[in-house]
Structures are given as structure tokens and as C-alpha cells.
């Protein structure tokens, strides 16, 4: 078994409004092996790019990082400064974004969005050998030489999303975070995309997460998924057991409601819907939406627990 390359500790996040702080990440823990793909799946508001950005250090006011610690290769990064912090992200761990649209200079050729980054983080070589960089970071994510001398909405969305990856790899990360990269592309190009990301992985031989709310596209990808609602994550198992055996009710429904060829007919939707982060429910925040709720669910919130050799979840009923 592969070591962790990420380990998340105890990360709290907190958005502080005029109506009292909002928990958005909530004690969350896991670990990411070398080279594993993990998802992060749940719907809008859940907490999942709040997590992502917390990773990164990327939170900003009103939100906050209350608690916890981000392990990044022994490294615990929410101990270091702005200043360190700036040159992990990109060199160690990077950020594919959610919109390429507004991620890109759009003012800014595709060669001096790259060769930015790498100055920035201290690679100083001469152009000629920038330009060969450059040109095979672009061949990496299938992108022809010339899309260095282009500007942004020369691109298509999906060449744009491709020149974000290969940003995102230039100083060659060993984590790779993607928050929702193919949101806004046809299914085609997220096909693309997602096929680029894969392809970019193994080169490195990077880990990835990759957060999602379509847990059928984000299923593709992953060897193991983890499901958050309400700022908790409920279940982490890997991605053929939350297929075949998932634990935890929240999962169930969410499995049951993916369209499938085998069960035509009226999809089966998740009853009620996601609870305000400023006014949880008591007890387990799932609990009106549960169709196994029971008394103690309404009053404890369920621990999150080792539920088999290789899953973790948060239910009382495990
Ligand atoms: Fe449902 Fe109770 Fe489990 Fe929450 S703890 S998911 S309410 S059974």
C-alpha cells in the first residue's frame, strides 16, 4: 500500500457573516496515497471546493481556517508562511481551477502565462530553453506549439481548460488539485479534458483530487470517492464498493439517483433538500432527508469511523 502523500487533519473551516459564522468544512480528515485519484462528490454548498481551497491556503475573508493541519510529504503547510506557502502551491501541490475563463490573463499570450509561473517560482533559464519547456508542457495536454503565441479567447473552452492543466504541471506538482475542471463543456470536451488530466497524472506520477458534484463523471476518474454533505465528509470507500456496497444512506441516494441503462424510468431523486450551513439540523445534518433516521440520529452527531478494511463512514447505523 502506498504511503500518503496528503493527509488532512481535523480541518475546520469557517465564513464569518453578519448572521453568525457558517460552518463550511467541519472536522474533516483523510489521507491521499501516492498516485491515487480521490473525488471529492457532493452537491452545491456541501463544502467540497471550500475543502479544496483550504488545502491550499486559498480561503479568503469572511471565510477562515479555524483548526487542523494539511500534511503535504511531512510537511504540515498550515504552519508556514504566506511567503513559503506561495511557492509550494504550483512547485508541490497545484490548483486545476473551476473556470478557465476567468483563471486566465486574458490580456496575456499563452507563452507568458507559463513562463510567469515558472519565473515566479525561481526557474530561471534562458528563453530558448522557456520556449522548449513550454512547448512540451503544451504537447503534454495535447495542445499544438503555436497555442503559446495565443491569446485566451483564441481558444476553445476546452484548449483554454488544457492551457490551465498545463500551467498547473509546469513545475511538475505532486498533487494535483481539480475543482470541477470540465464544468461548462460539453460532454465531448469533458471527455477531453478528463482524458488530458489521466494522461498528465501518470506522466508525473502525481496524486489527484478531483471534486465534483456529477459523482458519474467524477466515478470515471477515481479510485476512491469521498462524499461530503454539509461541510462533513460522510464516506470515503473506494469507487466500486460506493457502487456496489455503499454505506452510508447519503450515498445510497445519491447512487440510486444516477441515471443508468439497466433502470430506465423515472430517476429516483434524493428527498428534501441540503440544509442551510448556518442553520444545521442537530444531531446527524442528514437526518430529515434519511429514510433510516432513527431517535438517537436527531440528538448525536454519528463520529466518522473505519467501516471495513477500506472505507470510513458516518452513520450511527454502521
Ligand atoms: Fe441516517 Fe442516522 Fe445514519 Fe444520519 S446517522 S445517515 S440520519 S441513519
Known sequence: ?????????????????????????????????????????????????????????????????????????????????????????????????????????????????????????????????????????????????????????????????????????SLRPRVILADEPTSALDVVVQKQVMETLARVQRDLEASVILVGHDMGLVAQFVDRVGIMYAGKLVEVSPVRDVFTQPLHPYTRLLIASLPSLQHKGTFQGIPGLPPLLRDLPSGCAFHPRCPHAVDRCRTEVPGFKEAGTASWAACHLL
Not at 15 to 30: C, K, S
Not at 54 to 61: D, E, V
Not at 62 to 88: A, C, F, H, Q, Y
Not at 157 to 164: D, E, H, L, V
Request: charged share 25%.
Open 1 to 169: 500500500m502506498n504511503a500518503d502523500v496528503l493527509r488532512v487533519q481535523g480541518l475546520v473551516v469557517h465564513y464569518h457573516t453578519p448572521l453568525g459564522a457558517v460552518q463550511a468544512a467541519d472536522n474533516i480528515a483523510f489521507g491521499l496515497r501516492a498516485e491515487e485519484r480521490l473525488g471529492l462528490v457532493g452537491e452545491s454548498g456541501s463544502g467540497k471546493s471550500t475543502l479544496a481551497l483550504a488545502i491550499l491556503r486559498m480561503i479568503k475573508p469572511p471565510g477562515r481556517i479555524e483548526g487542523g493541519e494539511v500534511w503535504l510529504d511531512g510537511l504540515n503547510l498550515m504552519t508556514l508562511s504566506e511567503e513559503e506557502m506561495r511557492k509550494v502551491r504550483l512547485a508541490r501541490i497545484a490548483m486545476i481551477p473551476q473556470g478557465s475563463m476567468n483563471s486566465l490573463n486574458p490580456v496575456m499570450r499563452i507563452r507568458g502565462q507559463v513562463a510567469d509561473a515558472l519565473r515566479d517560482h525561481g526557474v530561471r533559464l534562458p528563453k530558448r530553453q522557456v520556449d522548449e519547456r513550454i512547448r512540451d508542457l503544451l504537447h503534454s495536454v495535447g495542445l499544438r506549439p503555436e497555442v503559446a503565441g495565443m491569446f485566451p479567447h483564441e481558444l476553445s473552452g476546452g484548449m483554454k481548460q488544457r492551457a490551465c492543466i498545463a500551467i498547473a504541471i
